[in-house]
């Protein structure tokens, strides 16, 4: 299903989850605090948000202010058992009960800590997400998916549990530096190419600046995964759309983890869909020029990622790893043309090497 693009929309619904883009920081809330008789407040940030948001964030509700504050450290390695252990003792101490309210403040590690944490503390306490970086707000906070990884394997243990509220205010995004957005327009792109032709041509025309559009495009990205989600909460098929590039991508992040200094999700990402991208076009045909449109698109955005070919069945380990994989079959999203996902396609371990040799050969 293609979706068309509409005027700006800042409210949805997924589930029972409220999702909502707001102007002014007093609307973080309203009276939800309130009329949830909540008890006490705990709010769950990593070194970045708390030193650029979690002030500022304070001071917005009389209610905030004796909230305790819990931080842990940015990056994947937060995303443990090792850590939700750290996290559960600390809140235990602090006397939380099943009428407590937990928010994550950050980017998508702390979304998917922290919803963790909550999902299972007390079996499980209300917790809302304010997301602080692009890559959150158009996709990590937002589906109720919560995740862990186990050693290099990423996202192994988790479960879906919807946030009572996410609630997005743009400005945070003032806090990042300059690459934070540009890598999450990997996301951007992705939702273009599994969702709607006429999102993609907005995007890489010339006259584009993501800058000048944020807004915009936090609504068109969140307006296509609340519609996919909707569909296929489970993630049987449906919401698979959401995985273009993404089986890869985590493998290279995964091996960057493992073996390099870490690289950022949405780096990953880009090497990820053009390696997809190959994938589609040898299963479904499309033509050598859309093929090259989209690399080059992706190529001309992101830095290029060096990755010797001696870590390639290093990578098809992270990929066989992977919890889409069904038996033997490596389930694959890709898409049979711009704007047109297709879920659920077995790819083969030579389609895979094929694909980052394709990629080695695609720097510019």
Known sequence: MKIQLSKMETKFLLNKTSIQIVEKKIDLFGNFIHHNNISSIFIIVDSNSKKYCLKDFISINSSLANSKVIEINPGEASKSLQVLNQ?????????????????????????????????????????????????????????????????????????????????????????LPPEDILFAQAEVFKYGLISSQLFWNKITSKKFSITSSLKLIISDCIRMKVDIVNQDYYDYSERRKLNFGHSISHAIESLFFNEFDPISHGLALSAGIICETYISQIRFGFSDSKLYTIVNTLLNHFPYIFIDSKYDVQILDFIHGDKKKSNSSLNFTLIKDIGSAVVNCSVSNEEILSSLEFYRKCRI
């Open 87 to 175: 996290i559960c003792l600390q809140l235990v101490n602090l006397q939380i009960d099943r009428n407590s309210l937990i928010i994550n403040l950050g980017g998508g590690v702390v979304s998917d800590v922290g919803g963790f944490v909550a999902s299972v503390i007390k079996r499980g306490v209300k917790f809302i997400n304010i997301p602080t970086t692009l890559m959150a707000q158009i996709d990590a906070s937002i589906g109720g998916k919560v995740a862990l990884n186990i050693n290099k394997y990423k996202n192994q243990v988790g479960l879906f549990n919807d946030p009572d509220k996410v609630i997005i205010y743009p400005d945070y995004l003032k806090t």
